[in-house]
């Protein structure tokens, strides 16, 4: 595995899907000795979770819960 020039490298795939690092993942690096570690960000923001926060107070029908799970399963 290569470093590009622009100081790019590709994480193969069975260690992303290993540790979870979905595109976007914020991830940290650490240098211990001679070694570089990557791991994923701690207390970073969940996949998902700028599109609930922009989805937040968009509703525009005011249903109960058990209004909603009723419309869902055609009760």
Do not use: W
Not at 4 to 15: C, F, L, N, Y
Not at 31 to 36: F, L
Not at 59 to 74: F, G, K, N, W, Y
């Amino acid at each position: 595995m290569k470093i590009t020039a622009k100081g790019q490298v590709t994480v193969p795939q069975d260690i992303r899907r290993r540790l979870g690092l979905m595109p976007n993942t914020e991830v940290e690096f650490s240098v211990s000795g001679d070694r570089a570690y990557l791991r994923k960000a701690v207390g970073k923001a969940r996949r998902g979770d700028a599109l609930i926060a922009r989805m937040r107070g968009r509703a525009t029908v005011r249903m109960s819960t058990d209004e909603i799970m009723a419309l869902t399963r055609a009760e």
